[in-house]
């Protein structure tokens, strides 16, 4: 069983089982199927049956002993079995096809049954340490050819057939779209839940990490108690059940009290192995679990499992207490549809937050790295100013001692508090060190946890820190029962067995000596935060004068290379005093095989018009990267992103589009589209050297001014062997010189020197128009259409 769960040593067959063995019993292999329905256990091609359940007659009407090792149509009859087997034969998942609706011949009255199939998985046997030869008289059975057909009476008129699955839950599906929180969703699919199945409760259960559930929703009968708020430890659903809640996604116990129905032979014949019944729909059940049921009173249960990333995360559980239920397989199947649906837009609406939370840290990140290349600002003030430690990690306080100096933010920590959490997280040998416990894991600091129970720390070299805490969230947790009384002793015979509790009353525990726990997110965020701190603190410690360079030029990266471009990009800074600046450039391809070309100038050229261009250019690329969005559409985004993120930046930018379609491609034609945000115009030679600067339209507004500011594309047709030029308004604007006079400079030097590579242009424009040292910063984009096919060159 290559994908069964490996959580062995299981318990031997026969083995008693209570609450001390009940994580290792073999729950997978019961051996036995629930009563409701029969199983057969089908060899492949022949279509043999070699394992059934002792009640095969309560449905089929043969007695077990006459069907093994007969062909299934003898037993089943010709039209049932045929039906099996072409839904068996045809193409896809079995699975999607159930269930097969079937009328038998049982003495002369026909008895209508939903078959069920899967294909049961073989491997090594987990429950022996030597394989029991099969039963006699049985032939050997390949390996992975086993059909599991299980029939249940299908009584009174079916509600739907599956294909139908979707229009039974289509109105709930239309108010889980339009749902406007977590809570609407789980409300609105318990009680969906309810009205589809008939059971007398219905609840959404939800894990925490450690898989201790909670009922966060709830419909049911006006006459019972509610269970909604309470909480159940993981002890009550073991690690193994999990496992197979996460294969098998619906389950259903018809009635608690039922008598197990045992498979024979007891090895499926030609494995020396129980049939694994992960997949079973019949499958039987822990006889601990049953008992825990009747201890709550309920006489019939189904559970839907609830997945993201193929974990479980949380039940839709059902309850019926007036007396055995069974709903048939494709009400089952529509509530499962349901929960999936439920899962599908948890994960969606969890990633939309995700992404606008990453999002906003991703910009103060870029702003922090950026701006502590500023060595006139101690690193330990920008660190605690506007934009700073508490916008990456959300906490109560943070302290920092960085190059000699501290200081907090947030609520106030005092001085000897920090340097203790300081002191404890260089002791545990870590980057990032963290807590959400920390009177319990480190009491001998004597910490007030209202103060810091949750500490999140960057230890750095020389005794320097940056230390987030979060005090302590005192809360109530009301669990269905008693969770530290698990089990009750009771005699049976001249021995003594662990059972599960009997009350499942409200019980109150208070939690103490907790905070809100670090998120993975946050982790890995702070990890990355220490990284940038420690590169900014060795760069200022070497007082190496042209870090802020460096790390400019590290975010205007190599450029695309596209097999039908050449591309060439510059930038110069200012002046040798002032190395940083707004300006940037851009050159990536998107998945669609377009080139997009950017070109900004972010107002000023320090440090603060770095650390913009810095989350401009991120948020752009972003943006940008799989968008269907044209130039306009891009920009127009990024402006929305520049309000909604309260980045109090403006900037100029321009935004191209390399595209072209097969026919243009064998025209040897691109379009060129492109949008301005009030940035200079693109400048383009043909392939005969004819230059003209494209400024028939008006640029639009400025970044960062009106984030509703209307926003519009403009088209050109290129010839292959035309050269495209975008640049920043250091090339052209001098003191001494009119900007349009700047502007017929550069279109004489790029007719006098079109000719050339592209890497030789952009130098000689730049040594052309600036002979000395640049009086604005410069970045130029130079992009040439080659003039043949790639597959020519």
């Known amino acids: 069983m290559t994908d069964q769960l490996q959580t062995g040593p299981w318990l031997a067959p026969g083995e008693p089982v209570d609450l001390t063995n009940c994580e290792r019993e073999p729950i997978h292999v019961p051996g036995s199927v629930q009563p409701r329905g029969v199983l057969l256990a089908v060899s492949e091609p022949d279509m043999v049956v070699r394992q059934v359940s002792r009640n095969l007659a ?37 699975r999607e096809r159930n269930p097969v609706e079937l009328v038998l011949d049982c003495d002369g009255t026909p008895c209508p049954v939903d078959a069920i199939l899967h294909r049961a998985l073989h491997g090594p046997d987990l429950t022996r340490t030597a394989p029991r030869p099969s039963a006699p008289g049985q032939p050997s ?6 059909l599991v057909v299980e029939l249940e009476p299908a009584f009174g008129p079916r509600p739907f057939s599956f294909p139908n699955t979707y229009q039974a839950v289509r109105g709930t599906i239309g108010e889980l779209n339009r749902a406007s929180s977590l809570q609407e ?100 059940v822990s006889p601990i679990h049953c008992e825990y049921l009747q201890n709550m009173g309920v006489r019939a249960s189904m559970s839907i499992s609830l997945l993201r990333d193929d974990k479980l995360w ?33 994960v969606d609406r969890s990633e939309d937050e995700e992404h606008r939370r990453a999002l ?18 101690p690193l330990a003030e920008t660190m605690l100013g506007r934009s700073g430690l508490l916008d990456v990690v959300p906490a109560d306080s943070v302290a920092v001692n960085l190059q000699g100096r501290t200081g907090t933010a947030g609520v106030p920590l005092a001085p000897e508090v920090a340097a203790a ?77 662990l059972s599960p509790r009997k009350s499942f009353d409200r019980w109150r525990e208070t939690v103490r000596s907790r905070a809100e726990a670090w998120t993975p997110a946050e982790l890995n965020e702070a990890g990355e935060l220490r990284t940038h701190l420690l590169e900014s603190l060795y760069a200022r410690s070497r007082r190496v004068a042209r870090t802020a360079l460096t790390l400019q030029r590290s975010l205007l990266s190599e450029p695309a290379d596209p097999a039908d471009l050449s591309v060439a990009v510059r930038y110069v800074p200012a002046s040798q005093d002032s190395q940083v600046g707004g300006d940037w450039y851009d050159v990536f391809q998107q998945p669609d095989g377009a080139t997009v070309l950017v070109i900004g100038d972010v107002v000023g050229h320090d440090t603060e018009a770095a650390a913009c261009m810095g989350q401009l250019r991120g948020l752009l690329r972003g943006i940008t990267y799989d968008s269907a969005d044209g130039p306009a559409g891009v920009l127009t985004r990024l402006d929305r992103a520049i309000d909604g993120l309260q980045l109090t930046t403006i900037a100029s930018v321009l935004v191209a589009r390399l595209e072209q379609t097969d026919e243009e ?26 230059v003209s600067v494209l400024d028939d339209a008006r640029p639009d507004m400025l970044l960062g001014v009106d984030a509703g500011a209307r926003r519009q594309d403009h088209v050109l047709t290129v010839q292959r062997g035309s050269t495209v030029l975008l640049y920043t308004d250091g090339l052209v604007e001098r003191r001494d010189q009119l900007f349009d006079d700047g502007i017929t400079r550069l279109c004489e030097e790029f007719a006098a020197a ?28 130079a992009v040439r259409l080659d003039p043949q096919e790639p597959s020519a060159r």
Request: glycine content about 8%.
């Open 314 to 346: 949380g039940l839709i559980a059902c309850h019926h207490y007036s007396g055995p239920h069974a709903p048939p397989y494709a009400t089952r199947a529509a509530a499962e549809f349901l929960g999936s649906t439920l899962s599908l837009r948890l």
């Open 185 to 284: 969703l789980y409300d609105i699919t318990a009680e969906a839940v309810r009205t589809l199945t008939g059971f007398d409760r219905v609840m959404v259960y939800r894990y925490d990490p450690d898989y201790n559930g909670e009922v966060v929703a709830e419909a049911k009968l006006p006459e019972l108690n509610s269970f909604l708020g309470l909480h159940y430890p993981a002890s009550d659903i073991p690690a193994q059940a999990r496992a197979l809640y996460e294969k098998n996604w619906v389950r259903l116990i018809n009635d608690v009290t039922y008598t197990p129905s045992p498979l024979e032979p007891v090895d499926l014949p030609g494995t020396g192995q129980p049939l694994d019944m992960t997949y079973s729909t019949l499958r039987s």
């Open 665 to 690: 491609r064998q025209a040897g034609v691109t379009r060129l589209r492109w949008s301005s945000a009030g940035h200079l115009p693109p400048v383009v030679a043909g392939p005969d050297g004819a």
């Open 141 to 146: 059975l390949p390996a992975a050819s086993t």
């Open 58 to 94: 309560d449905v089929v009407g043969t007695a077990w002993q006459d069907a093994l090792g007969r062909p299934l149509a003898e037993v089943l009859g010709v039209g049932p079995a045929g039906a099996i087997a072409r839904s068996a034969s045809a193409f896809g998942d079995l």
């Open 754 to 781: 079109w000719r050339e590579p592209v890497d030789q242009l952009a130098d000689r424009l730049l040594a052309r128009l600036l002979p000395d040292r640049a009086e604005d910063d410069v970045a130029l984009v």
């Open 360 to 377: 906003r840290v991703r910009s103060t990140m870029a702003w922090l790295t950026a701006a502590a290349l500023d060595e006139d600002r």
């Open 421 to 497: 959490l300081a002191a404890w997280a260089a002791a545990r040998h870590g980057d990032v060190i963290s807590t959400d416990r920390l009177p319990l894991v480190a009491p001998q600091l004597a910490v007030p946890a209202e103060l810091a129970c949750g500490v999140l720390a960057l230890p750095l070299p020389d005794g320097q820190y940056v230390i987030w805490t979060r005090a302590e969230q005192v809360h109530a947790v009301d669990w269905g029962g008693d969770p530290h009384n698990k089990a009750i002793a009771e005699r049976e015979g001249d021995s003594i067995r």
